[in-house]
């Protein structure tokens, strides 16, 4: 009955929600561009970020070699896939392990062989039993197909049965995705699982399917249904005779629960689906595939798989889609948690998923490494500062190959400009200059680093010495003020602290065509303290006292008077510099920076 089916479902999501099972952790050995690459995943949503080429692609891929492998998303390999380091022989085979944690009672009791012991911080106590699952790929002899082997545990004669595959349900969406199509009527479409998996019970089924035979029934003694019944089969019966001729009658519904629910389809608005819009489908056919995955009633884990799902969205769209994904964590009642992977080009993405969902593929000295957020310790308060400030043009960090750190919106500009005019091409180096919006580096600078992400880090800031050498000269040596030198100690191997003798203004004041181009600026956007400035610093003697001079009368004026704004001067001068014919030398410390940033690296494999 339906009360039945209602009361099954209902029974089926209570049991046991406390334990979730989810992929933890994917080691992937001889695939691709990867050799040896572990990831680590969390429950719920798992962004997986970084730049291009990288080798996001392929953990997708390595994901549905398990995930999907009963799905129409299943993948096929080749000896094409297989992993070939520079100058090396292609390697013998791509294996794929995969371990899930958070198990319930019943998994254990599903995947009993599968299990594996984590023991706890002791080394004695075995704190829980997690699934061990490994497939892979071998080449039997060169040129032939690849020989397929499953096995779960620790030992490769505990084969992978088919029951166990069939408990592992996921769906894969890929990038040029036809949403339009999986909307649509069909055997395998989306809705009809959905239906399937929403009315297990089979005499619900069988009482769904009566009533709908009673309106076709009913349907087919009105017009034209009854007409043109009757004018097909009178054809028929002439043309075959009565001993020949089948009984023919016009199907409306279905006498058959799967054919009726694979007759069932989307309308939007009273609309065809191919009316709407590609973005809106998108987000519609993603609802369809979270809700078959979500009132899943059979399966002991359940998982989508998603690139690029900005794809055909504008910023607004992807960040409702983002907020929704995220609701996978915590599922409303009835519902089922669901483990969801997407795989994204969008720092606008990036920058509105939290930080703990992150999961950032990239090329380190080594090769490709995967590197999360979540596992960094940052000091107190520190990551909800970097979530806090992470917006699109920040979240660039995670797409970038190499980053330069500065203070601010004005250091942004001028540091872009200088490169720019000085013969540095930063985007062809894949480098993004990130503001932190003041002396926030502590925020950012544990992303990085040797126990981090290992990518080519400079930090531009200001030395800002105290009284009373607040004003060097360009040859004196460096002297840090307390926030510089606590800068300074994030310093290894990957991440460099370049600093000015006192700030960027400063030191580029120290130099005569630079300072002439500042002059220039200032008396742009404020003619009369541009021309005072002007005769003062000429004045002067030194480049120290002329710097001095024109630095204090910006940026330190008199009480009663108010300093040049350092935003809107630092546009100015930025377009001074760009548009000026005259050969610009870079302050020192700059150009140690730009140097150390685009020195050229090794490069990884090409094949993603």
């Not at 599968?114 to 002791?122: E, F, Q, R, S, T």
């Not at 084969?159 to 408990?167: G, I, P």
């Not at 900005?310 to 519902?335: I, S």
């Amino acid at each position: 009955s339906w009360r039945a089916s209602r009361d099954f479902v209902c029974e089926f999501l209570t049991q046991d929600t406390r334990k979730t099972m989810y992929l933890k952790t994917l080691r992937i050995q001889g695939f691709r561009r990867f050799n040896d690459l572990s990831l680590n995943f969390k429950d719920g949503l798992n962004v997986i970020v970084g730049p291009n080429n990288a080798g996001k692609t392929a953990v997708v891929d390595a994901l549905r070699v398990l995930l999907a492998a009963s799905d129409e998303g299943n993948l096929r390999l080749t000896e094409l896939d297989l992993h070939e380091a520079p100058g090396g022989p292609p390697s013998p085979s791509a294996t794929f392990t995969f371990v899930f944690s958070g198990l319930s009672e019943q998994n254990e009791a599903d995947f009993s062989n599968a299990l594996i012991a984590v023991k706890g911080v002791d080394g004695k106590t075995i704190e829980r039993y997690d699934a061990r699952f490994s497939v892979q790929y071998t080449q039997a002899e060169p040129g032939g197909r690849l020989r397929l082997r499953r096995w779960v545990g620790l030992h490769e004669e505990n084969s992978m049965t088919t029951e166990m595959l069939e408990e592992l349900r996921a769906i894969y969406l890929q990038p040029l995705r036809d949403p339009e199509q999986g909307l649509k009527p069909g055997r395998m479409s989306q809705i009809s699982k959905l239906i399937q998996n929403m009315m297990p019970d089979k005499a619900a089924r069988k009482e769904l399917v009566e009533k709908l035979t009673a309106i076709d029934d009913e349907l087919a003694k009105n017009e034209p249904i009854s007409t043109t019944n009757a004018a097909i089969s009178t054809k028929h019966e002439s043309m075959l005779g009565t001993v020949l001729a089948q009984a023919l009658k016009l199907d409306l519904t279905s006498s058959d629960f799967n054919r009726f629910a694979a007759r069932v389809g989307m309308a939007i608005g009273g609309r065809d689906v191919e009316q709407n819009g590609l973005g809106f489908n998108n987000l519609i056919y993603m609802a369809v595939v979270l809700s078959e995955l979500a009132f899943n009633k059979t399966a002991s884990y359940c998982g989508l798989l998603v690139e690029e799902p900005e794809a055909h969205l504008h910023p607004q769209l992807q960040a409702v889609l983002l907020d929704y994904l995220k609701t996978v964590e915590q599922p409303v009642a009835g519902e089922r948690p669901v483990q969801v992977f997407v795989t994204s080009h969008s720092p606008n993405f990036a920058a509105l998923a939290d930080i703990d969902s992150i999961c950032c593929v990239y090329d380190s000295p080594t090769g490709p490494v995967a590197f999360a957020p979540r596992d960094v310790a940052f000091g107190k308060g520190k990551k909800e500062k970097l979530q806090q400030y992470l917006n699109v043009t920040r979240a660039e960090l995670f797409f970038a190959r190499r980053i330069v750190f500065v203070e601010g919106a004005a250091e942004l500009f001028l540091v872009e400009a200088l490169a720019k005019k000085t013969g540095y091409d930063l985007r062809k180096h894949s480098i993004s200059i990130i503001s932190t919006d003041g002396l926030n580096f502590d925020a950012f600078l544990p992303l990085f680093g040797e126990k981090a992400m290992q990518i080519p880090v400079a930090v531009v800031t200001d030395a800002d010495p105290a009284a009373p050498d607040q004003f060097p000269a360009a040859e004196d040596a460096l002297k840090l003020s307390a926030a510089a030198t606590a800068i300074s100690k994030a310093e290894d191997a990957y991440v460099k602290c370049f600093f000015a003798q006192k700030t960027l203004e400063y030191d580029l004041a120290l130099d005569a065509t630079r300072r002439g181009l500042m002059v220039e600026a200032l008396t742009e956007i404020h003619p009369t303290i541009g021309a005072d400035l002007k005769v003062i610093v000429d004045g002067a003697v030194t480049n120290q006292e002329k710097a001095k001079l024109l630095f204090t009368g910006m940026f330190e004026r008199p009480e009663g008077k108010t300093n040049v704004k350092k935003g809107q001067f630092a546009q100015a001068l930025a377009l001074g510099i760009s548009e000026s014919n005259a050969a610009i030398e870079l302050p020192a410390y700059l150009k140690s920076a730009l140097d150390s940033v685009t020195a050229v690296a090794a490069k990884g494999h090409a094949r993603v």
